[in-house]
């Protein structure tokens, strides 16, 4: 079972994610969007948006260095453990806290305004489940660990160091075992979510426009011949 | 000098007749889809009147378009990149549904299976967005047509008030005091475009044959950047699909040269389509120019001359083939901006470069002199009136501009000493050559201008070369043909016609 969650499990998320990626990059650009509901309704939207986008920058980030550095390496420089979750827990929270406000107007918004709810994809109502799902069992699992509710847990000797195993190629999967129930609810619910981005309206944050910042304003392009590659099939006879 | 051509269009504003044929035939071209029930690519507003969306030229509060910084330079007047893309998740500028109009239709089913009774069954009007039924129909694209509610809405109009700051009169909408013209709008398809600068995902963008403004749709994500940061608010967002659309300019129907759908079902016969070559290296400083009433003419004296020997061969060395000089050599719209200057941009202060161009119309000044008593085709009435309304002159200036009415009466008396000129004609007496020559023209001048604005033809008014003609010519100059016939050369030898092998084996 253990083997199963969180020894195979991950490289089947991995796989999901970007052969999905990969299929929507190749045979579905027009289907790649924001699906921006602000048209129907902007109030309401300019408060939960910047919330939820924002956390969720900061939860990301969180996420990232939480995982991927080593006890060791805080140690070396010289922070300790003590201070090292008062930082993380107390950015974590506002991060996670705000996001979670942001979401909650967002869902609000969604169900209560007619013109958005009709907006509404088929994809959405089980990556809102999703979303919500893993954000809350987050916060529950920061707040239960911080609380000493579930002994004194550190994942950063057991999740983390499982989470960079799976980059070995050999997952450590016997570390997971005494992780406790939230955490593990908290990570199969992000696999799932993962695995969902490619498949529904997440995939917006893959195109995050970066390159605005460095290129010229006006774009210019030639119609063709020789502008545009052509696509696939539709090549120019030479 | 870096020559490129442009498709742009000139409306003649007294020729439009407000019949909205333009508005419909686009529409039931382009946006009869599901998503884009509130998009007119086409619009034609009354002004004065608030137009579509709501208040749209009020750039206080939607921050389209440029503004010139301290240190010379251009920014999005919604501010710097790392600005806009700080706002990249809630758009403060973005019009909603309310701004355009909530689009409807009427259960016209019921009128045909409503169970018979006493009463005659009724359609009702159905909410397009949200599909529940609307009481009372609040707003619509044309809510202020033929300045119907001019006193309630005409005063919000911004231009009004911005008159009204100036001149410090109060701008009159009772029935016979006020003035009243149609405004034809589409995509400017401008030289400096804040659409495409304002893009993070560099979806749309310029055309550099025929300088036509597009939107990719696959690299569209639907940030909706280029919908706040247009100042004419030409881009629309397709809540269906959840990607950005504007007017194409109709270019499968331009490539092939045909003019664009609302140019060809044009009732008023308005409209002009032609070539412009324009210095591209000259745009960034024609859009910066410190005073905004500066921008109209550096606009003008970007625009290149297709005669020019000079500019001729600029242009060749940048790849504009034979065919679109010939085109610009013969373009309506060339002679209507540059020659005769009678057409002016449309809110040049916006520093976007606007390429659709605008004849203002006389109208409102020929019904005042005849609502007084007077000869309205007389050269000391009209010209006495241009300077005497003060209002509709100020109006035209706040529209085309920048505010300066000394360009506008420029082009007021040229169409009045056209008028002048040819009702002489017409009578057949003698035109006195002193009216064509207080507005800088000789008499065959006014002519030419009086035919191009009154009786010109289809092909007069649309020269379209055709984008295949232009493939064609670079195809044949990167594969020059041998100079020589083949049949005939060498005699002796055979010679090899290009025939297809499978022809031969038959
Ligand atoms: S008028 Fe057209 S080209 Fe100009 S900024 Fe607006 S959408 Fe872009
Ligand atoms: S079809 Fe021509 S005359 Fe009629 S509203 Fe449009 S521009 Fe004006």
């Known amino acids: 079972m253990d083997l199963m969650l969180w020894g195979v499990l991950p490289y089947v998320v991995l796989v999901l994610l970007v052969g999905g990626l990969v299929r929507r990059g190749r045979h579905d650009r027009f289907g790649i969007t924001t699906h921006s509901s602000q048209l129907h309704e902007a109030r309401l939207l300019r408060i939960g948006s910047p919330l939820f986008h924002f956390g969720m920058v900061l939860v990301v980030l969180g996420h990232v260095v939480g995982l991927l550095v080593p006890r060791a390496l805080t140690d070396a420089i010289?922070?300790?453990?003590?201070?090292?979750h008062l930082i993380a827990v107390s950015t974590?929270?506002?991060?996670?806290?705000?996001?979670?406000?942001?979401?909650?107007?967002?869902v609000y918004r969604r169900l209560s305004v007619p013109g958005v709810r009709r907006a509404t994809l088929r994809s959405d109502p089980l990556m809102y489940t999703l979303l919500l799902g893993a954000m809350l069992l987050g916060l529950t699992a920061t707040v239960l660990n911080s609380a000493g509710a579930a002994g004194d847990y550190n994942y950063r000797e057991g999740v983390s160091v499982w989470f960079r195993s799976l980059f070995t190629l050999r997952p450590d999967y016997g570390l997971m075992a005494d992780a406790p129930l939230a955490f593990k609810l908290h990570i199969l619910l992000g696999f799932a979510l993962i695995a969902l981005v490619p498949y529904c309206r997440l995939i917006h944050m893959v195109t995050a426009p970066v390159q605005y910042l460095f290129r010229p304003y006006v774009v210019y392009r030639r119609r063709a011949p020789g502008g545009q590659p052509a696509r696939r099939g539709w090549e120019r006879a030479s | 000098m870096r020559p490129m051509a442009q498709i742009a269009m000139v409306m003649n504003l007294d020729k439009c007749i407000g019949c909205h044929t333009c508005s419909v035939t686009c529409k039931q071209a382009w946006t009869n889809r599901r998503g884009t029930e509130y998009v007119w690519f086409n619009n034609v507003e009354t002004l004065p009147g608030q137009g579509y969306p709501r208040r749209w030229a009020d750039q206080n509060r939607w921050k389209g378009g440029w503004e010139r910084t301290r240190s010379g330079r251009l920014r999005l007047r919604a501010g710097g990149r790392a600005r806009r893309l700080g706002t990249l998740f809630a758009n403060p500028d973005l019009p909603t549904l309310?701004?355009?109009?909530?689009?409807?239709?009427?259960?016209?089913?019921?009128?045909?299976?409503?169970?018979a009774g006493d009463d005659m069954p009724?359609?009702?009007?159905?909410?397009?967005?949200?599909?529940?039924?609307?009481d009372t129909l609040q707003w619509g694209p044309n809510w202020d047509d033929d300045l119907g509610g001019a006193p309630e809405h005409a005063p919000k109009d911004?231009?009004?008030?911005?008159?009204?700051?100036?001149?410090?009169?109060?701008?009159?909408?009772?029935?016979?005091?006020?003035?009243?013209f149609y405004l034809p709008r589409i995509c400017e398809h401008c030289?400096?475009?804040?659409?495409?600068?304002?893009?993070?995902?560099g979806a749309l963008y310029k055309r550099v044959e025929d300088g036509i403004v597009l939107v990719d749709q696959e690299r569209c994500r639907g940030w909706r950047m280029c919908v706040s940061s247009c100042p004419y608010k030409k881009v629309y967002f397709n809540h269906a699909t959840g990607k950005a659309e504007k007017c194409t300019l109709c270019y499968p129907r331009v490539e092939i040269g045909m003019p664009t759908i609302c140019s060809e079902t044009c009732v008023g016969r308005m409209r002009y389509l032609g070539v412009m070559?324009?210095?591209?290296?000259?745009?960034?400083?024609?859009?910066?120019v410190t005073d905004e009433h500066d921008l109209y003419p550096a606009q003008l004296e970007s625009f290149l001359d297709p005669r020019d020997p000079a500019v001729e061969a600029a242009a060749r060395a940048s790849g504009i083939s034979d065919d679109w000089l010939e085109a610009a050599r013969r373009s309506p719209v060339f002679d209507l901006i540059r020659t005769y200057q009678v057409a002016l941009p449309l809110h040049p202060e916006y520093r976007t470069m606007p390429m659709v161009w605008y004849v203002?119309?006389?109208?409102?000044?020929?019904?005042?002199?005849?609502?007084?008593?007077?000869?309205?085709?007389d050269a000391g009435n009209l010209f006495g009136a241009i300077e005497g309304l003060r209002i509709p002159v100020e109006y035209l200036a706040e529209l085309l501009t920048a505010g300066d009415t000394y360009p506008v009466e420029a082009v007021l008396r040229r169409m009045a000493a056209m008028r002048v000129h040819m009702r002489a004609r017409n009578l057949g007496e003698e035109p006195d050559p002193a009216v064509a020559h207080s507005v800088r023209l000789t008499g065959d001048e006014l002519e030419d201008m009086f035919r191009l604005l009154a009786v010109a033809k289809y092909e007069d008014r649309y020269v379209v070369p055709t984008a295949a003609r232009a493939d064609a010519d670079a195809l044949a100059d990167s594969h020059p043909l041998d100079a020589a016939c083949p049949v005939g050369a060498e005699p002796g030898r055979p010679v090899l016609l290009n025939l297809a092998p499978t022809r031969r084996t038959v």
């Open chain 2, 360 to 377: 203002p119309p006389l109208s409102p000044v020929v019904e005042a002199v005849a609502a007084s008593g007077h000869d309205g085709e």
């Open chain 2, 98 to 115: 309310d701004d355009y109009y909530e689009p409807w239709t009427y259960e016209y089913k019921n009128l045909i299976d409503a169970p």
């Open chain 2, 277 to 288: 070559l324009y210095d591209a290296d000259k745009v960034t400083e024609a859009a910066a």
């Open chain 2, 191 to 201: 030289l400096n475009p804040a659409c495409v600068s304002a893009c993070p995902s």
């Open chain 2, 158 to 180: 911004p231009l009004v008030e911005k008159v009204r700051e100036q001149v410090g009169e109060k701008i009159r909408f009772e029935f016979e005091q006020s003035f009243m």
């Open chain 1, 78 to 84: 010289g922070v300790r453990d003590h201070t090292y």
């Open chain 2, 122 to 134: 009724v359609a009702r009007p159905v909410s397009q967005i949200s599909g529940e039924p609307l």
């Open chain 1, 92 to 106: 974590g929270s506002v991060a996670g806290v705000a996001a979670v406000a942001g979401i909650g107007v967002l």
